[in-house]
């Protein structure tokens, strides 16, 4: 996991919102709305372009149009935005450098101090310091930067930004990836700052009812010892309580080698099923009154049998107010006017219809069939379809918990021994020592209070910091393992601060590549410890492990992109209609791509996960970063790993096809991991 408040949210307070007033209704795109006219605009055109002359007319063009539309009548008149736009407007090659590397320097200074004071606020909760008391709640929950927006609005330094490093889209990236100079694509990335200017009151409203979806989904909760079959009999414990629907996932994975696990994941799928269909009673969501069996939906206690009454569609409304909300705030948007471009175009820059065609193309390959024949073949019965959870490839290590827990806790007693070590480990990754000293001097290790995260600076003065537990008796294997993944956090998050050309290139293309080197440190953790792991069939498990659940995972992210489709086709839709949508969608996702496999048509499981609900088009980045993280760890097997990790992470915030053909050699592509799977048939049996 990694800690991107650092990064995401203060970006997102400080740039993409404001509290403004209801003048703010004219900062809009359509034309008619917005307080400067397009005639208006026009004019400040020509009259910067006869006084700068026509080489830069169309980057005033660009500028001019971008800070129009977010200009206000609060700004100023017409005139008065003229008068800045002439006064504000830098043609000159030179001058225009160092108002850039001006603006660079304030911004490293503001984001980088902003980021320590969250740092330093939020220690109480994050650390192991302590009880955590009411104050230090509000002090860990306040955040600094969120009125900055505002106040570089205020002050003109927004508009002198879009005027004179404007926005590109992601299309034009796409387009100019590879002609621009690092100094343009750092002007680019100092342009995607100030794109919209979100009414404060619409902030809040989003954030209420995403808060609202999340308290639904984190209070769904089903009583297992409750649930009987036909013959009323009780197959779970009476005190397990699993919730929507990640609990009842995991629990149904843990029963693939349990006598009566195959009647357990039937009634599993039942409840999942029933959750889709709001068919649930009330009156056994988050209650233990009565016994419930899911298929036949009967209800009853001991006095005899009572009437199921199912939620009013609650799940789907949820939805829908997420939807609304993000809907309203469209048209503070003028570069991105729907969710679905912000979250991807925006967010994961790859555009939407580019990831679909990727998760079609991995879905739709043969390679699935076959691997879906081996399963069959070890469970020994035909596919059902909760077995796209299916949870027998994975590799054994030769060492147990115990052993690996002892062997850790004498190695690292204490926070300062990890700290001292983190050279040393590196160093066996293959970075030269200096190298190595010089990465870890940017890293300061915590104990943490939960599972653990990597927290990057902002500004170069500052250290990253890696969190993880460790108990008084020391780090246990868990807590090492954890370390080792935060610790490729923060090895990419120094360098992609500290070895970029320029400070607004800092970063990663998206989260994925910051998880991608976690995952590939993680994997390590072993031979770190000097552990031979050499399983001759753990590669190949894993590649099919890999290949199933990303099977999994993006027929979700396809439901999810498609339902999102529907809402921005049918604004007007209620809960109901939206509820009977998601079954269909589901339902035509699965017959497309997964009916023939299992042998089983007209399944609404691809609806069943809690993402859709309460974090809508967050489930993509899911597979898109298995992918890269395959790509770059098959790069980094067959190169030298420590200068490879340096050169490609110097590449900061590039857009991320642009990036992997630089670090890997092509673009994002699922191909080596089909290919890996294909291989992987010739050695599992
Ligand atoms: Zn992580």
Known sequence: MKNTIGLFLIIAMMFNSCNCDKNENSAVKSSKNKFIGEFFINEVIDSLTNKFGKDNMQGIQKGVTQAA????????????????????????????????????????ILNGYFNRMSIELKKPLHMDVGTVSRIDEIFGSYEPASHVAEDFFNNK????????????????????AEKWSSEEWAYARLGDLYTSRVPSDLLLKLGEKVSEADTYISEYNIYMG?????????????????ISHWGLRDELKSNYNSAEGLEKQRMIYEVMKKIITQEVPMQVINKNDFKWNPTSNRLYNEE????????????????????????????????????????????????????????????????????????????????????????????????????????????????????????????????AKERAEFLCSKITVDASRGAGHAWGAEMKSDNSRLRTRIASNGMNYKGYNIAIHEFGHNVEQTISLHDVDYYTMRGVP??????????????????????????????????????????????????????????????????????????????????KYYADVFGVKDSPILAIYSHMIDAPLYLSAYPIGLIIQFQLEKHLESNNFAQEVDRIYRNGRLIPQFWMKKAVGREISPEPMIMAAKDALNYIK
């Not at 009987?228 to 309580?241: A, G, H, R, T």
């Not at 590669?539 to 659940?549: C, E, T």
Request: hydrophobic share 40%; glycine share 4%; net charge negative.
């Open 226 to 242: 409750k649930l009987v079959n036909d013959n009323e009999k009780q197959l779970f414990p009476d005190d397990m309580k699993l």
């Open 510 to 591: 998206n989260t994925a590549f910051t998880e991608a080197l976690a995952f590939v440190f993680q994997e390590r953790d072993l031979d770190l410890l000097g552990i031979n792991n050499e399983d001759a069939n753990r590669k190949h498990l894993m590649a099919l492990d890999n290949f199933w659940s990303t099977y999994e995972i993006m027929g979700v992210s396809l439901v999810d992109m498609r339902v999102w489709q529907w809402l921005y086709e049918h604004p007007e839709a209620n809960a109901t209609e939206l509820k009977a949508a998601v079954n269909e969608i589901s339902k035509e996702i699965w017959n």
């Open 304 to 431: 005899g049998d009572v009437h199921a009454n199912p939620e009013p569609d609650t799940r789907y409304q949820h939805l829908l107010n997420v939807f609304l909300a993000q809907k309203e705030m469209d048209v503070y948007n003028p570069f991105q006017p729907t969710y679905i471009v912000r979250k991807f175009d925006s967010e994961m820059e790859l555009s939407q219809q580019e990831v679909e065609k990727l998760f079609v193309d991995y879905v739709s390959s043969p390679v699935v069939k076959e691997v879906a024949k081996l399963i069959k073949s070890r469970l020994g019965r035909n596919l059902e379809p909760f077995d796209i959870w299916y949870d027998g490839f994975k590799a054994r290590s030769s060492m147990s918990e115990t052993e690996l827990d002892k062997m850790t806790q004498k190695r690292y007693p204490t926070v300062e021994s990890f700290q001292k070590d983190l050279p040393e480990i590196i160093g066996k990754l293959g970075f």
């Open 69 to 108: 539309g977010l200009w206000t009548e609060k700004d100023g008149s017409e005139n008065e935005f003229l008068k800045f736009c002439m006064e504000s407007y830098v043609a000159e090659k030179n001058e225009r450098h160092s108002l850039f590397m001006k603006l660079s320097r304030n911004y490293e």
């Open 157 to 176: 330094t927004a508009f002198l930004v879009c005027l004179n490093f404007p926005y590109y889209s992601l299309y034009e990236k796409v387009a100019n």
